[in-house]
């Protein structure tokens, strides 16, 4: 089992739509999280990190469920430059800060 | 730009032969990490660096691979005998080392696109 499991799509959305991606986890111990984005041939940036309470930046809404082990990733009013692929990312111990990485959720927003 | 840079870019070499990529992470960050990544794939780590110390590395880090940091500023990863196998994106990241969620943040490099024929 891989330790971040991901939907890698793809997800084809029209402009406007709202899209959701979801990611589990396989280790319960894991500290943080974070949802990074990739253009393609370009490198991961992150698009934020994900609290346990949930957390929205504009658009964009992570939420974290510990108890399932499940992240999520909620884009609303989709636009043409949100395609991409969108990775979920775990920081499975906090001492030495290397990231764990699903596969990766390709998005691509029609017009 | 003060960002983490690689070089080179595109890596073109011959199975057998033995590449080096430089990475030169942002300026006072302490930790340096390095990733591959396959097509349709995520990242995966390598290793990871403490200022000049190696202090983890992953299992896909074969005996071929070989990484340094002499003076905890910039990092090279050398392949040696390289295989079909090992054509992928290296990638390297850098962050600070203080307490937080925020701070735990990497910034990565372009990456450096290895092809092995």
């Known amino acids: 089992r891989k330790e971040v499991e991901q939907d890698p799509g793809p997800f084809n959305v029209p402009e406007g739509a709202t899209v959701a991606f979801n990611c589990t986890y396989s280790?319960?111990?894991?500290?943080?999280f974070f949802w990074y984005r990739q253009d393609c041939r370009k490198e991961p940036k992150l698009l934020m990190s994900?609290?346990?309470s949930g957390n929205e930046d504009g658009r964009f809404t992570a939420q974290l469920n510990r108890a399932s082990q499940y992240i999520s990733l909620l884009i609303r009013d989709s636009k043409l430059s949100d395609s991409a692929t969108y990775l979920c990312v775990v920081n499975p111990l906090g001492n030495t800060g290397k990231l764990i990485f699903g596969q990766g959720t390709t998005l691509q927003v029609k017009p | 730009d003060t960002g983490v840079s690689q070089d080179p870019r595109h890596k073109i070499t011959k199975r057998g032969q033995n590449v080096t990529f430089r990475c030169d992470p942002i300026?006072?960050?302490?930790?340096l990490y390095w990733y591959r990544q396959t097509l349709g794939q995520g990242p995966e780590f390598l290793t990871y660096?403490?200022?000049?110390?190696?202090?983890?590395k992953s299992r896909l880090l074969s005996d071929r691979f070989s990484a340094e940091r002499p003076k905890g500023s910039f990092s090279t990863l050398e392949i040696q005998r390289t295989e079909q196998g090992d054509s992928a994106m290296y990638l390297c990241?850098?962050?600070?080392?203080?307490?937080?969620?925020?701070?735990?943040?990497?910034?990565f490099g372009p990456g450096t696109r290895l092809t092995v024929l």
């Open positions: 990241a850098s962050s600070p080392e203080r307490k937080g969620l925020g701070e735990r943040t990497q910034y």
């Open positions: 660096f403490q200022n000049e110390a190696q202090l983890e």
């Open positions: 300026s006072e960050h302490n930790r």
């Open positions: 994900v609290y346990s």
């Open positions: 280790n319960s111990a894991s500290q943080s």
